[in-house]
């Protein structure tokens, strides 16, 4: 009882002071506004121009200062800064944040024997679920991740789900809550989750957010329980849930939730947005399906290179993807930084394979813009929210303000280049989610924020201390009917014998 209390008090605050702060009109004038041409499906950069927010849309786009101020709006001099659309991340686990700097070598095979929600919920109790969420997605605001779609696998309870659902509210950021339907061995089953589920969809609050009601689920194939994803499917339908995500990882890991294994199914074509997590070793076959049914992919770059993913076909289905962050405990939480390496990735392996016919590349294969629209656009698409991830007139008000006269950007010309190859969330001077302030002058402004950070910090130091006290799990000898094996080790240490080192924590 305790535990609910501190959570309902909390969130009472939070709601008080989100109203408080909510504006009805703000006009970001004279900068230059990277905004969306819906002629061209492209980006057009308005220089000097203006944006006028009111409550939680963008009313006009202006590509000069209006001749009038509207009634009572709150002016913001933008001269020297850039203005974007918010970044939206489809893909991550953000009740995992109290793990942040613990797993920094870690395996893909280690990680679902350590850290994930098959370990966690016979230490952590709910106030820990909604401590962990809520900073969480602070950093994301901080970032400039105005949108997430969380694959909420902290759902092993009523009392979890309804703690990382609630933070998800406090928080103000519009997160698409993928409520996970997973079997936990000695917990839960899926079965007895399904009055869970319909219990999240009633939560207080909920409605009046930009968080939205989604379904995670790993059980498409192989060997699908049908009877399951038929009841799965149900509530999905009774509930209009706003979009379904799913892991997909083919090939030698065996995850493979393909769209294939979903079509078998007849569930890929409908009106509810799928994600595909990864979608490492993604065949001809379901490119062509992804893109006959208009289902996306959710390529995680720093995760499918720290787990062993890795994406050799991702660059290829650049059309149907979006990009996510995946576990932030083992990197950056920002889309900027996606982008960039996503851009380097597709870049290298164009080049390569020019460079493997002897030959040498005549022009670069993947532009700036690209990748900005992979972080932005390309999002709301995943989503099927044409109002998302972009500066236009109707859409809604989840903007990024950069600071254009940062050492990091001074000088620039290309506000599009600026962003995605030379800035950093350091650069960036303030974030509105739905028309509200969450971020400004470099500082998020949320009045919870420090109250969350406090109590962050404990939680942390608590469950830090109980995860540094167990023992690191045995690798098995075979994983899903594959050899495990040791890969070839990286040593800057030369004739010392271990130049790998230590984990420092």
């Not at 939680?459 to 006290?469: I, Y």
């Amino acid at each position: 009882m305790r535990t609910v209390n501190r959570i309902a008090i909390l969130s009472v605050f939070l709601t008080a002071v989100s109203t408080l702060s909510s504006a009805g009109s703000i006009l970001f004038r004279g900068g230059t506004v990277v905004a969306f041409n819906k002629q061209t499906q492209g980006l057009q950069v308005i220089r000097n121009g203006s944006v006028l927010v009111t409550n939680d849309r963008i009313a006009r786009v202006f590509e000069s200062a209006p001749a009038k101020t509207p009634l009572g709006a709150e002016i913001v001099n933008m001269t020297g800064k850039i203005l974007t659309p918010g970044f939206i991340d489809t893909h991550r686990h953000g009740w995992q944040t109290v793990f942040k700097t613990m797993a920094s070598n870690t395996t893909l095979i280690e990680f679902f024997g350590r850290y994930s929600s098959f370990v966690a919920p016979f230490f952590w109790n709910a106030t820990d679920v909604y401590d962990s969420q809520l900073a969480g997605l602070y950093e994301a605001i901080n970032a400039g991740v105005t949108t997430s779609l969380d694959h909420a696998t902290h759902t092993w309870s009523k009392d979890a789900a309804e703690a990382g659902l609630q933070a998800c509210i406090d928080s103000g950021a519009r997160v698409f809550w993928g409520f996970t339907f997973a079997n936990i061995t000695g917990l839960i089953t899926v079965e007895q989750l399904y009055p869970v589920f319909r219990a999240m969809a009633k939560k207080p609050g909920l409605k009046d957010s930009p968080t939205t009601l989604g379904i995670a689920y790993d059980g498409w194939g192989p060997n699908p329980n049908v009877g399951e994803i038929n009841n799965i499917m149900a509530l999905a339908r009774e509930l209009n849930v706003s979009v379904i995500t799913t892991h997909s990882l083919q090939g030698p890991w065996g995850f493979n939730n393909s769209p294939e294994d979903i079509h078998a199914l007849n569930y890929l074509n409908i009106s509810i947005p799928i994600v595909f997590s990864h979608a490492s070793f993604l065949t001809p076959t379901g490119a062509d399906l992804l893109r006959s049914t208009n289902q996306y992919i959710s390529i995680t770059p720093e995760s499918e290179m720290h787990y062993g993913q890795t994406h050799p076909v991702s660059y290829s289905i650049q059309d149907q993807a979006s990009l996510g962050v995946d576990t932030h405990i083992t990197f950056s939480t920002d889309i900027l930084t996606q982008a960039r390496i996503w851009l380097q990735q597709a870049r290298y392996e164009r080049y390569l394979d020019v460079l493997e016919e002897n030959k040498l590349p005549r022009s670069n294969p993947m532009s700036a813009e690209q990748a900005f629209l992979l972080a932005t656009r390309h999002g709301g698409l995943a989503l099927r929210r044409n109002d998302l991830g972009i500066i236009a007139e109707g859409a809604k008000a989840d903007l990024v303000v950069w600071d254009g006269t940062s050492p990091a950007l001074l000088g620039w010309v290309d506000p599009v280049a600026a962003v995605i190859l030379h800035a950093s969330v350091g650069d960036i001077d303030g974030v509105l989610v739905d028309g509200k302030w969450a971020k400004r002058g470099g500082k998020l402004v949320a009045k919870g924020w420090p109250q969350a950070r406090a109590r962050f910090v404990q939680t942390a130091q608590r469950l830090q201390g109980v995860w540094r006290s167990l023992p690191l799990p045995e690798p098995p000898a075979e994983f899903n009917g594959r050899q495990v094996v040791d890969p070839v080790q990286a040593d800057v240490l030369r004739g010392l014998g271990n130049g790998y080192g230590n984990i420092h924590i």
